[in-house]
């Protein structure tokens, strides 16, 4: 065990999670060379760490997400995004592993980011804050897991922004990652995904109240930019299928058209609904951060366009899947990794889902997705040496 220091934020229930805080004794040294002190990672356990210490999966939150997976969200008072997929007897069962989720450097639940105190200015750091990447996400992960004792992770798994975190685990600490399961996700951000990126930053920006990044200090917030930041995304995580099938052009309590500008539409008052309920439980500047981050990962430009280079000789197992009709990151960029590991005769299998659902498939109802999943972590753990699932 290292020196960190721990807080416990949240009293676990009986068999289920812990919530805590971990501050790093050392300062964290980012990627763009500035050394980050202090640091604080909230996170949350569920299971138990097994004698050997082999059974520990990672989970990856996307962009929007936190390190509350299961169980009630202590801000919205919903389950956590993953919470029919994480629990005992479920696809990630935590009475056969020790599952761990910490929530992002830059994120706004608890980690450090840029609504956090800034001890040397007394205030919050605003756009004081350093910028960060996916690669210093990960290092505050390590980081979590030195504290924790654990070497060798059984499983590090995460969909979109977490698929990222995914991969650059397998990259930069291979031989800390027996096996992972990066889903619909990328090696890096499509001028797309970074275009769409900055049309919300902007959004955000341009709304008075964002105050240069310094709202909290002059006691406001940034809703109005925010919730179109979110609105915008937002639609990006669906596919045209699904709003259809959803929506289609009904009409919103009404009979008739208003001919006016309110929100005559169904779609349109369920985004205005999606954009007004995220202000209530993210900080815009970490969402200028975390887009950021993400908008920097390029796994084949830090090889010189090689992305196979940065594979070779990976002794990890690698299960990738992806959604037929996510067009925010399209099957063609997790088929282009397949074909990066295949080159350096990596451990690799593959499975594209048949989805109207879009991007947000994987955090839905996708029976064949969590088949898919479920077999590679039994097969995997079979290989581990890890106790069979109950049946």
Partial sequence: MSSERTAIVAAPAPGSRTGKALTLSEPLVLQSGVALSPVTIAYETYGALNADKSNCVLLCHALTGDHYVAGAHPVTGKPGWWADLVGPGKMIDTERFFVVCANVLGG???????????????????????????????????????????????????????????????????HRVFSAVPIAGSYRHSAQNIAFHEVGRQAIMADP???????????????????????????????????????????????????????????????????STFVDRFDANSYLYITRAMDYFDLAAENDGVLSQAFRGTPVRFCLASFSSDWLFPTAESRAIVHALNAVAANVSFVEIDSDKGHDAFLLDEPEFHQTVQGFIDGAAAIRGLPKRAV
């Fill in 108 to 174: 706004c639940m608890g980690s450090t980011g840029p609504k956090e105190f800034n001890p040397a200015t007394g205030k919050a750091w605003g756009l004081d804050f350093p910028v960060i990447t996916i690669r210093d996400m990960v290092k505050a992960q390590a980081r979590l897991l030195d504290h924790l004792g654990v070497q060798q992770l059984f499983s590090v798994i995460g969909g979109s922004m977490g698929a990222m975190q995914v991969l650059e685990w397998a990259v930069r600490y291979p």
């Fill in 209 to 275: 109240d964002w105050c240069h990044g310094a709202y909290l200090e002059k006691g406001t917030v940034p809703k109005r930019g925010l919730s179109v930041a979110r609105m915008a995304a937002h639609i990006t995580y669906l596919s045209e299928a699904a709003l259809h099938r959803k929506f289609g052009r009904r009409l919103q309590d009404r009979a008739a058209l208003t001919y006016g500008f309110d929100a005559d539409f169904q779609v349109e008052s369920y985004l205005r609904h999606q954009g």
